[in-house]
Nanobody, 124 residues
Framework: VQLQASGGGLVQAGGSLRLSCAAA????????MGWFRQAPGKEREFVAT????????YYDDSVKGRFTISRDNAKNTMSLQMNSLKPEDTAVYYC??????????????????WGQGTLVTVSS
């Protein structure tokens, strides 16, 4: 499956952004989906994930209560609504797809397909 992330930009601390991930090439609803991010000079880290059906989600503690992951299988899209943004949220955000497993995956190694990334910059 081919993935393309979009929606990044520059926002002030406390603001909001909505990222989107468009999928093509294979049946989108066959995959669990996730968001990861990589800040300058840091390792890539897990942000959020959603089951193929949309029935369950999981968040990293650093974004819990501020970010919301969702998907629309009819439109082959996934979104990440980011509220109350902080400067430490600044990173390139990547969407990714994984084969469904018993548990939602929170490490990059569990994901088979990746989008190109979209840059989010939060100014203080």
């Amino acid at each position: 499956v081919q993935l393309q992330a979009s929606g990044g930009g520059l926002v002030q601390a406390g603001g909001s952004l909505r990222l989107s991930c468009a999928a093509a090439g294979r049946t989108f609803s066959n995959y669990d989906m996730g968001w990861f991010r990589q800040a300058p000079g840091k390792e890539r880290e897990f942000v959020a994930t959603i089951r193929w059906s949309g029935s369950s989600t999981y968040y990293d503690d650093s974004v819990k209560g501020r970010f919301t992951i969702s998907r629309d299988n009819a439109k082959n899209t996934m979104s990440l609504q980011m509220n109350s943004l902080k400067p430490e949220d600044t990173a390139v955000y990547y969407c990714a797809a994984s084969e469904p497993g018993f548990k939602l995956r929170t490490t990059g190694a569990g994901y088979n397909y990746w989008g190109q990334g979209t840059l989010v910059t939060v100014s203080s």
